[in-house]
């Protein structure tokens, strides 16, 4: 009698990790999904995975939980956002693009090897919330594509950064914001997410579209966090 009730708990948590899963990969079609209570606990998993001295990290701007994430491994975060990004009077539509030359230059100086991940924060929070582009999102895959590197999305808003290039790219403004999204997905290896801002209550993932450079990421998880499906992104 005593056990029923704990067992109908265990059903709804199953029940909520797989909601949660298909909610995430409508939008995010990664093959790995490992659910976290938030974003920081996601990048916890993944640098403590793929960081380490001697790596470097490049982004748009690290939020500061990133940013903590990465260099407590001995890893350095680089951020590499544009030129009007910190400029508080440029009118630049996208001021959370990342600076794709300064990237590619950065990557020469310290050497594909040392550069396991590069990330793009949409919508750049840290730089007060600016939007990144298609556009840039497309010419940094090319980049990592050229180098052999792994773009991976910081998706905290990516709802927001969804319509705003819908309302400001060329060509992207008769789009459903939910392909965009999914257009940004597309360019990515993976993703550290902070569900709590756009969709979702409280809670995050780690998304991998390989397990490289993930290789090790779910075993990882499993000591922090317990299961996959008894974890869960909330109660029910
Ligand atoms: C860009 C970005 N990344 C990561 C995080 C960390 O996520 P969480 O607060 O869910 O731990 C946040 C939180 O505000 C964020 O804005």
């Given at each position: 009698?005593?056990?029923?009730?704990?067992?109908?708990r265990?059903?709804?948590?199953?029940?909520?990790?797989?909601?949660?899963?298909?909610?995430?990969t409508?939008?995010?079609?990664?093959?790995?999904?490992?659910?976290?209570?938030?974003?920081?606990?996601?990048?916890k998993?993944?640098?403590?995975?793929?960081?380490?001295?001697?790596?470097?990290?490049?982004?748009?701007?690290?939020?500061?939980?990133?940013?903590?994430?990465?260099?407590?491994?001995?890893?350095?975060a680089?951020?590499?956002?544009?030129?009007?990004?910190?400029?508080?009077?440029?009118?630049?539509?996208?001021?959370?693009?990342?600076?794709?030359?300064?990237?590619?230059?950065?990557?020469?100086r310290?050497?594909?090897?040392?550069?396991?991940?590069?990330?793009?924060?949409?919508?750049?929070?840290?730089?007060g919330?600016?939007?990144?582009?298609?556009?840039?999102?497309?010419?940094?895959?090319?980049?990592?594509?050229?180098?052999g590197?792994?773009?991976?999305?910081?998706?905290?808003?990516?709802?927001?950064?969804?319509w705003?290039?819908?309302?400001?790219?060329?060509?992207?403004?008769?789009?459903?914001?939910?392909?965009?999204?999914?257009?940004?997905a597309?360019?990515?290896?993976?993703?550290?997410?902070?569900?709590?801002?756009?969709?979702?209550?409280?809670?995050g993932a780690?998304?991998?579209?390989?397990?490289?450079p993930?290789?090790g990421?779910?075993?990882?998880?499993?000591?922090?966090?317990?299961?996959?499906?008894?974890?869960?992104?909330?109660?029910?």
């Amino acid at each position: 009698m005593g056990r029923r009730p704990a067992r109908r708990r265990v059903v709804r948590r199953v029940a909520v990790w797989y909601l949660f899963r298909d909610a995430v990969t409508e939008l995010f079609p990664f093959r790995h999904i490992i659910p976290t209570h938030q974003g920081r606990a996601a990048e916890k998993i993944l640098f403590s995975v793929v960081g380490g001295p001697g790596k470097f990290v490049p982004n748009n701007t690290h939020f500061d939980t990133t940013r903590a994430n990465v260099e407590s491994t001995g890893a350095e975060a680089v951020d590499l956002v544009i030129a009007e990004g910190r400029d508080p009077r440029s009118r630049h539509p996208f001021k959370g693009n990342l600076d794709v030359d300064a990237l590619e230059a950065f990557v020469r100086r310290v050497g594909a090897e040392n550069v396991p991940v590069v990330m793009v924060t949409v919508t750049n929070n840290s730089g007060g919330g600016q939007p990144v582009s298609l556009a840039n999102l497309r010419a940094v895959r090319e980049v990592c594509t050229r180098y052999g590197l792994a773009l991976f999305l910081d998706s905290c808003r990516f709802a927001e950064n969804a319509w705003f290039i819908r309302e400001r790219e060329e060509g992207q403004g008769d789009r459903d914001v939910a392909d965009i999204v999914r257009d940004m997905a597309a360019l990515a290896d993976g993703m550290t997410m902070s569900a709590k801002k756009d969709p979702w209550p409280i809670s995050g993932a780690v998304g991998l579209q390989r397990r490289r450079p993930g290789r090790g990421v779910p075993e990882r998880a499993h000591p922090h966090r317990g299961l996959p499906h008894l974890r869960g992104p909330g109660r029910p």
